[in-house]
């Protein structure tokens, strides 16, 4: 994960919200859409997720409270 990213440093009209679970995503007002990843960078951010080696950018995964890996975008 990108954890040397300053997240707030957003670009254009992106702002940030949190969901129940703590998790950071984005959201573009202008085009009235949301991204996990960092607009400017394409990266998550440190969310409490796990990227793994091997996964494409932007890609992380978690577990179901019965421990199977799900992936998230």
Not at 19 to 34: L, Q
Request: net charge negative; glycine share 12%.
């Amino acid at each position: 994960m990108a954890d040397e990213i300053d997240w707030l440093d957003l670009p254009g009209r992106w702002t940030y919200g949190v969901d129940r679970g703590g998790r950071i995503f984005f959201i573009n007002d202008e085009e009235k859409s949301t991204s996990w990843v960092h607009p400017g960078t394409n990266s998550p951010i440190q969310s409490g997720y796990c990227s793994s080696p091997g996964l494409p950018k932007g890609w992380e995964t978690d577990l179901t409270p019965e421990g199977a890996v799900y992936f998230i975008k």
